[in-house]
T-cell receptor, first 115, second 115 residues
Framework: AQSVTQLGSHVSVSEGALVLLRCNYS??????LFWYVQYPNQGLQLLLK??????LVKGINGFEAEFKKSETSFHLTKPSAHMSDAAEYFC?????????????FGTGTLLAVQP | DAGVIQSPRHEVTEMGQEVTLRCKPI?????LFWYRQTMMRGLELLIY????????DSGMPEDRFSAKMPNASFSTLKIQPSEPRDSAVYFC?????????????FGQGTRLTVV
């Protein structure tokens, strides 16, 4: 069954530095992958998604992610961190097949941005 | 659009009491999801509906949990009797379609504390 693994439950970067949040997936069928962000005391908001086509996906707030089949990865990046990027980030994969159709979330990565 | 609306935002109740969480999906969305978020288990899908009909309730933890969707604009998640281990943030989400490349839109959540 499809699943995702997020490496690093906490990541800290300096303002202006590169943000790299890691996500690896497991899937025997073409994966459908998502990144969501959760700000404190808020719900989840979609950052970007990969379905088919271009492997470099651009999302909101300057984030992007690259689908690499050879590495089974879908890492999230942003060239320059801003204080407002401090939040928790979740990678997710669609689990589908037969009667199953679910969005399965990773355990999340809490991003801290230092001034 | 007001987005997915959940109420209450916070709920504190005593063990053994009945708790009802409410959700209004985005107008026109025909899929509705209930998720639970805890530190230990992350984000778990409890149940989801399509056109007001429960499709998959395999994530509902126990018979103490029940969910209904009496019409397209309203859903409830009820816990009776509540227990301290039910303390979590409960999210409602909705989606126009539930295809492989569509995402769910989340409400701001209800933080439930059972004492």
């Amino acid at each position: 069954a499809q699943s995702v693994t997020q490496l690093g439950s906490h990541v800290s970067v300096s303002e202006g530095a590169l943000v790299l949040l890691r996500c690896n997936y497991s899937s025997s069928v073409p994966p459908y992958l998502f990144w969501y962000v959760q700000y404190p005391n808020q719900g989840l908001q979609l950052l970007l998604k990969y379905t088919t086509g271009a492997t470099l996906v651009k999302g909101i707030n300057g984030f992007e992610a690259e689908f690499k089949k050879s590495e089974t990865s879908f890492h999230l990046t942003k060239p320059s961190a801003h204080m407002s990027d401090a939040a928790e980030y979740f990678c997710a994969v669609r689990r589908y097949g037969g009667a199953t159709n679910k969005l399965i979330f990773g355990t999340g990565t809490l991003l801290a941005v230092q001034p | 659009d007001a987005g997915v609306i959940q109420s209450p935002r916070h709920e504190v109740t005593e063990m053994g009491q009945e708790v009802t969480l409410r959700c209004k999906p985005i107008s026109g969305h025909d899929y509705l999801f209930w998720y639970r978020q805890t530190m230990m288990r992350g984000l778990e899908l409890l149940i989801y509906f399509n056109n007001n009909v429960p499709i998959d309730d395999s994530g509902m933890p126990e018979d103490r949990f029940s969910a209904k969707m009496p019409n397209a604009s309203f859903s409830t998640l009820k816990i009776q009797p509540s227990e301290p281990r039910d303390s979590a943030v409960y999210f409602c989400a909705s989606s126009l379609l539930w295809d492989r490349n569509t995402e769910a839109f989340f409400g701001q959540g209800t933080r439930l504390t059972v004492v």
